[in-house]
T-cell receptor, first 114, second 116 residues
Framework: AQKVTQAQTEISVVEKEDVTLDCVYE???????LFWYKQPPSGELVFLIR??????QNEISGRYSWNFQKSTSSFNFTITASQVVDSAVYFC???????????FGQGTRLTINP | DTGVSQDPRHKITKRGQNVTFRCDPI?????LYWYRQTLGQGPEFLTY????????KSRLLSDRFSAERPKGSFSTLEIQRTEQGDSAMYLC??????????????FGSGTQLSVL
């Protein structure tokens, strides 16, 4: 069965601090996809990144970076030099090959204080 | 490109009433999804359409729920005889991917349902 766990329910930091959001997943498939979505107060989820299970290379996009480690079944997300606009709920999600749905974690509410 | 549009944004109803939500996906997107999100939780899959065909339904979708996408464009989600447990945010998403969900989804802002 698929499962995604985001153990951090809420994180609050001061602007310009670095922050890491944890994501641990469970799947029996060897081919799967991992995602991060951002949900700002307006409600719509915004796609941030997709990673497939064969690509363990870390990715950096501006202030965002992702660390994928199959050995620990983790796909963590780091925001460097956080800004107030980064405040949102962040979801990690998993999709198995051929599956037609995403399985989401419970989300982490990130608050960046000025 | 106006994004995924959902209507209404908020709906308050009394227990036992029927409600219907509408979703307009991005125009060229052939795949449309419905998810449900309760407070403090991540979205949960309900159902999806490939064009007008409803190809999968979650066990969360009881007999009181019905979804349609009659012309492969907009979709409606109807809940009959609403219960307080139906209170949630109902999210619609679309994508143009043909054979897999493993591409990014574009979400609407959702319809927040409150059943009194």
């Amino acid at each position: 069965a698929q499962k995604v766990t985001q153990a951090q329910t809420e994180i609050s930091v001061v602007e310009k601090e670095d922050v890491t959001l944890d994501c641990v997943y469970e799947t029996r498939d060897t081919t799967y996809y991992l995602f991060w979505y951002k949900q700002p107060p307006s409600g719509e989820l915004v796609f941030l990144i997709r990673r497939n299970s064969f690509d363990e290379q870390n990715e950096i996009s501006g202030r965002y970076s992702w660390n994928f480690q199959k050995s620990t079944s983790s796909f963590n997300f780091t925001i460097t030099a956080s800004q107030v606009v980064d405040s949102a709920v962040y979801f990690c999600a998993l999709s198995e090959e051929g599956a037609q749905k995403l399985v989401f974690g419970q989300g982490t509410r990130l608050t960046i204080n000025p | 490109d106006t994004g995924v549009s959902q209507d209404p944004r908020h709906k308050i109803t009394k227990r036992g009433q029927n409600v219907t939500f509408r979703c307009d996906p991005i125009s060229e997107h052939n795949r449309l999804y419905w998810y449900r999100q309760t407070l403090g939780q991540g979205p949960e899959f309900l159902t999806y359409f490939q064009n007008e065909a409803q190809l999968e339904k979650s066990r969360l979708l009881s007999d009181r729920f019905s979804a349609e996408r009659p012309k492969g464009s907009f979709s409606t989600l109807e809940i009959q005889r609403t219960e307080q447990g139906d209170s949630a945010m109902y999210l619609c998403a679309s994508t143009e991917q043909w054979d897999s969900v493993n591409e990014k989804l574009f979400f609407g802002s959702g319809t927040q349902l409150s059943v009194l």
